[in-house]
Structure formats: C-alpha cells, structure tokens
C-alpha cells in the first residue's frame, strides 16, 4: 500500500517562505492525482492544494496566489512552495492521493514572529 513521507516544515516568520516535500517511496507519485491538506489546532483537516494528473492545479482560496504545488517526476516527489506565510498558516501538512489512503505523520509549519 502506498504510503506519503513529508517534509520541510519548520518554524518561520510571517512573510517568509517554505517548501513541502511530498515522498512516496516505491509508489509513483506521477500517477496519482496529488493532495496536500492541513490541520491546524483545534480544526478539521483542510483542503490545500490539488495537482491534477494534467498538470493543472486548484487551491484553496486562503492559498491562492501564495502557494504553489508541483511535482518533480525524476524524483518522484512532489512539492508545496508556499511564500508569504501568515501566522493562520500554522498546521501540520499533508500529502495524499486522490482518492486518500492511509494519512502519513505529516510535518510541522509554524509561523511566528
């Protein structure tokens, strides 16, 4: 069964910038119709980003025009660029397939000044 390892969270000011990383290892992440959600404290998981087989996206509005999916094929990753973070941003990141399967850990975005 497919499983998600992500990546790249950290601590970061409002304004500042990070990149997600999305890995399944032996599973090709080419294939699949590629997610990434977020659940901040106290909330529901949210829907963040979609990156359609085609290559075309959809995002959330509170994301739009700040954040940015992707996938890098050769290596088998796929990517959330997020820039000018706010402090509402602060949740742990997903990644799944569409449908999702089982949830990975997740990894920690925290914006603080």
């Known amino acids: 069964q497919v499983q998600f390892v992500e990546s790249g969270g950290g601590l970061v000011q409002p304004g500042g910038s990070l990149r997600l990383s999305c890995a399944a290892p032996?599973?090709?992440?080419?294939?699949?119709?590629m997610d990434w959600y977020r659940q901040a404290p106290g909330k529901q998981r949210e829907f963040v980003a979609r990156?359609?087989?085609?290559?075309?996206?959809t995002y959330a509005d509170s994301v739009k025009g700040r954040f940015t999916i992707s996938r890098d094929n050769a290596k088998n990753i796929v990517y959330l660029q997020m820039h000018i973070l706010k402090i509402e941003d602060t949740a742990v990141y997903y990644c799944?397939?569409?449908?999702?399967?089982?949830w990975g850990q997740g990894t920690q975005v925290n914006v603080t000044s």
């Open positions: 990156l359609w087989s085609s290559g075309t996206t």
């Open positions: 799944n397939k569409w449908p999702s399967v089982q």
């Open positions: 032996g599973s090709n992440v080419s294939s699949y119709i």
